[in-house]
């Protein structure tokens, strides 16, 4: 299959140094692409055409970090660090919410779309080399405005994302300690040690912590399933009524059905990372590779966690699944879990990071510098974004419909809605440029069409009922008294 889609998604440029040609026209129009590395220092900052790092590569190549060095290997581990992460051991509950056929189906049709969402925006940018992140996308797609509300976005998923692992993390170190100090200085604690592990600006230097991060979780869920499986039904029986699991969800809502749908969109929303990996790759074209695997890994994992461990649980699957094993199997599985919680918050909010960092300094030698004063730089975004992420964290007592908003708004979008409208100004002959032919006849343009028109109308029916879920939710829980004061060490 992947052959005859290449037959039709043919690359429109190849991806080569900007040292590799030497014609260019005057008043900096080039009549061809890539232009040449000595007029790189002319190129407009803001074109969606050139890389920013190799253009400054190819004139400051004494002092220049070479951010283009991942291979498919590389940003295929990095990127499933990203995907699969604590949220695996969350699926159960997906799974006695939607039930065991609806959980399969939503799983396995989320994931493949996602994938094929993610070939679309690899091909727009093999077309638009200078889109370095979502927000360069939305700049080429809307304009200005487009570009300063979904590097917003970016920035406002990737903080909410490090202060879901912050809460995570709080809890792995409270039960692992059996609540020695204050949650609090927990999250601190997570939020700092983020911060020391973060220091470097490229993504490829995150490789060798992703191969632990995703070694850790499938350790961890194991752990669980086993535990789960082999254990005795008192643990979780309660009122005497047995463990049962149903195919079909048992008395839904749209509230529980909703919000079962937006977590498995958390759980693909790595997909806002695609453009920011393929910018840092030596072939941006071969992530197509990389997140094949990705994806697939993704759905085998969470299939077989959500699965088994809401038919050995049944009702009572709690979220993360590691609170219906016994306390010594608990902290164990935290103990793997929370290598994952740390390096897998690390990778997501760096995502946003490096959108700041490639926006604020592009214009800058800042940008591929080695010097110090870049090195600040980046640690200094990163810490700002640390720090909002454990204020966030530990402000909001309505933490978990937080992230639905902030999934309902921004995730389901870059991963599945904006790519299908990517699709439309990237394939469609409506969208043509003067002098390109562009063609619908064959199954497979059909087909992304179809997965295009999909992923649109997707994102517009879960934004407006995902909002309704969380503050549906926001209000239950005021009304119930369960959410805590600011700041607690409960």
Not at 143 to 162: D, N, Q, T
Not at 172 to 199: D, E, G, K, Q, R
Not at 226 to 238: D, E, F, R
Not at 250 to 268: E, H
């Amino acid at each position: 299959m992947a052959d005859e889609i290449a037959k039709v998604y043919q690359p429109p440029v190849e991806d080569k140094d900007l040292a590799d040609t030497n014609t260019v026209t005057q008043g900096f129009e080039y009549d061809e692409y890539p232009p040449s590395g000595k007029d790189a220092a002319h190129i407009p900052a803001n074109a969606y055409e050139v890389d920013p790092f190799s253009a400054q590569r190819a004139d400051h190549e004494e002092d220049c970090v070479d951010f283009r060095s991942m291979g498919w290997v590389q940003a295929g581990l990095v990127a499933t660090a990203e995907n699969i992460a604590l949220g695996a051991l969350s699926y159960p509950s997906i799974f006695l919410r939607l039930g065991m056929v609806g959980g399969l189906i939503a799983n396995v049709g989320l994931g493949v779309l996602a994938y094929i969402t993610a070939w679309i925006m690899i091909d727009f940018k093999m077309k638009h080399m200078g889109v370095m992140h979502f927000a360069d996308a939305g700049g080429l797609l809307f304009g200005p405005w487009g570009r300063r509300i979904l590097g917003a976005g970016m920035v406002a998923k990737s903080i909410g994302l490090g202060g879901s692992h912050v809460l995570a993390g709080r809890q792995a170190l409270n039960t692992l300690s059996t609540n020695a100090i204050c949650s609090v200085w927990y999250a601190l604690i997570i939020a700092f040690v983020s911060v020391m592990m973060s220091t470097n600006r490229e993504f490829g230097k995150l490789a060798p912590l992703s191969w632990l991060s995703v070694s850790c979780i499938l350790i961890a869920c194991m752990i669980t399933i086993v535990a789960t499986g082999v254990q005795s039904s008192s643990v979780l029986v309660k009122h005497g009524v047995p463990i049962e699991w149903h195919a079909t969800p048992t008395n839904p809502n749209l509230m529980d059905v909703i919000g079962a749908l937006t977590n498995v969109v958390f759980a693909y929303g790595g997909n806002m990372g695609v453009f920011s990996w393929c910018s840092e790759m030596k072939n941006p074209n071969d992530f197509k590779k990389s997140f094949l695997i990705t994806q697939g890994l993704g759905i085998i994992v969470y299939c077989i966690v959500g699965a088994t461990i809401y038919a050995f649980g049944g009702q009572y699957v709690t979220s993360p699944a590691f609170t219906m094993t016994t306390k010594p199997v608990r902290i164990t599985a935290y103990a793997f879990a929370l290598v994952t919680i740390l390096i897998s918050g690390i990778v997501g909010l760096n995502v946003g990071a490096k959108y700041l960092y490639v926006n604020t300094f592009r214009k800058s030698r800042l940008l591929t510098s080695k010097g110090l004063r870049a090195r600040l730089a980046w640690v200094g975004i990163v810490t700002v974004m640390w720090i909002a992420a454990f204020v966030l964290a530990e402000l909001i007592p309505f933490f978990n419909q937080l992230l639905t908003i902030v999934s309902s708004l921004f995730s389901v979008w870059f991963s599945y809605g904006l790519c299908g409208v990517i699709w439309f100004y990237n394939k469609h002959p409506y969208y043509a440029h003067d002098g390109e032919i562009r063609s619908m006849t064959g199954f497979w343009p059909k087909f992304f069409m179809g997965c295009a028109i999909l992923s649109i109308a997707l994102s517009i029916a879960i934004t407006p009922l995902g909002l309704y879920s969380a503050i549906q939710g926001i209000r239950d829980g005021y009304s119930a008294g369960t959410f805590t004061h600011p700041f607690s060490c409960s």
